[in-house]
């Protein structure tokens, strides 16, 4: 089955997504502040949809953001717990990467707190 | 403030800018263009003004939860007095950032009790709110998560200073108050 591709382009305000499938890697990197959250994200969620019925193991989720408003941080929530969802129901080995600059508290705190909501192995890495 | 119908020169503006050490100032109405413009003019302001990346990023943040809470809640109007604004000043190591917008007296009290409730939570509290309240949280039809008013208190560190001025009986003026410290 031909996998769904995801490769958006990052802007001022919206992140860079793309899954690379050599790597099985997903990345978000950028800035996450685009005005419509939920139509901004949902080729995200169709694909991880795509994805969720066809994992091919193991995966990797790298997380590598600048800046994201309130409104992303809920969305990127609903990413983390879907992503959850996948490891328990079958097994699937999936690691997410929190990137964050070492001179950015605030960044490794949002990762800290998104690493203890979700159970799924969970690596904050700093730059 | 809002007696805005003043004889002031350009040259007087510009003495009360710099009196007042501020760096932006921006009045009309908000969409997420100018969101975009007004953020990439002040992080470049604040570059060649060498503030340190930290307390960049926390104006930035500020900045950009303030502009985006005007854009989903602004009232239309085709009053120049009751059009939003947004100002960004430094005195010495504290940044205020400043948002003004119009809002329907029947939403002050929501407004208010939501502040009220965030300033009187210390940091920790604030985290443990923050959490609740992602997790319970919807986006609205206008795009917002509900998280504005915390996040800002958090990255912060200070109180949300605020007034409502009345214009009339349906309408208010809205003025949120933002302090950093520069560390």
């Known amino acids: 089955m031909q996998m769904l591709i995801l490769d958006i382009c990052g802007t001022e305000d919206t992140p860079e997504i793309k899954y690379n499938p050599a790597g099985n890697c997903f990345t978000l990197s950028g800035r996450s502040l685009p005005e419509d959250v939920t139509e901004f994200y949902k080729p995200v969620f169709e694909w991880l949809e795509e994805f969720s019925s066809n994992v091919s193991n193991p995966a990797t989720f790298q997380f590598k953001l600048e800046y994201f408003n309130t409104a992303s941080s809920k969305i990127i929530l609903d990413i983390l717990m879907k992503l959850e969802e996948l490891c328990s129901e079958n097994n699937n080995k999936i690691t997410i990467e929190w990137y964050y600059n070492e001179s950015d508290d605030d960044m490794l705190e949002a990762g800290e707190e998104y690493k203890e909501l979700v159970e799924v192995p969970f690596n904050l890495i700093s730059y | ?183």
Request: hydrophobic share 40%; glycine share 4%.
């Open chain 2, 1 to 183: 403030m809002l007696q805005t119908k003043t004889s002031l020169n350009i040259y007087e503006i510009f003495a009360i800018m710099a009196d007042n050490n501020i760096l932006l100032i921006y009045q009309g109405m908000f969409d997420q263009d100018m969101v975009k413009s007004v953020l990439t003019m002040t992080e470049k302001k604040l570059k060649q003004d060498n503030v340190m990346e930290p307390t960049r990023r926390k104006l930035f943040n500020i900045m950009m939860e303030g502009l985006q809470n005007i854009c989903k809640h602004q009232l239309r109007t085709a009053d120049e007095v009751a059009n939003p604004f947004f100002i960004i000043g430094r005195k010495d190591q504290v940044f205020n950032i400043v948002t003004g917008n119009m809002i329907e007296n029947s939403k002050i009290s929501i407004v208010k009790d939501k502040i009220d409730h965030i300033n009187s939570l210390n940091q920790e509290e604030l985290k443990e709110y923050y959490k609740t309240a992602r997790l319970n949280s919807v986006i609205s039809n206008v795009g917002g998560a509900g998280l504005g008013f915390i996040d800002m208190a958090r990255k912060s560190g200070n109180k949300l200073d605020y007034k409502f001025y009345e214009l009339n009986d349906h309408y208010s003026y809205f003025i949120l108050n933002n302090t950093i410290n520069n560390n």
